[in-house]
Nanobody, 129 residues
Framework: QVQLVESGGGSVQSGGSLRLSCAAS????????MGWFRQVPGKGREGVAA???????VYADSVKGRFTISQDNARNTLYLQMNSLKPEDTAVYYC???????????????????????WGQGTQVTVSS
């Protein structure tokens, strides 16, 4: 049974940093394409970043240059390093596994909710001005 558990959320001031973690279990993590999404009340989930099994990464335009997605296959853990945080980054952040874990990301792709099937419970990030 696939399980994803996020941690690392919290409250920071504008310009601050946070690192989110996502512990994966129940499958062979090293073979999976993974992503981070975020959601604010009243809106759908927005794709933030994704990484595939060979380490290719993609980012939403709104976070490029500020966020970094990475993974530690030995620890079955996905990370999202968030720097220079802005109030508009406030949201619940979710990690997710792609429906096709062997999928290789293509340049210009922005993660879409429909392409991911297993989700964590989410972790709140609040950035104050």
């Amino acid at each position: 049974q696939v399980q994803l558990v996020e941690s690392g959320g919290g409250s920071v001031q504008s310009g601050g940093s946070l690192r989110l973690s996502c512990a994966a279990s129940g499958y062979t993590y090293s073979s999976g394409c993974m992503g981070w999404f975020r959601q604010v009340p009243g809106k759908g989930r927005e794709g933030v970043a994704a990484i595939d099994r060979i380490g290719t990464t993609v980012y939403a335009d709104s976070v490029k240059g500020r966020f970094t997605i990475s993974q530690d296959n030995a620890r079955n853990t996905l990370y999202l390093q968030m720097n220079s945080l802005k109030p508009e980054d406030t949201a619940v952040y979710y990690c997710a596994r792609a429906r096709a874990p062997w999928w290789l990301l293509r340049p210009g792709y922005t993660p879409r909710e429909a392409d991911f099937d297993y989700w964590g419970q989410g972790t709140q990030v609040t950035v104050s001005s």
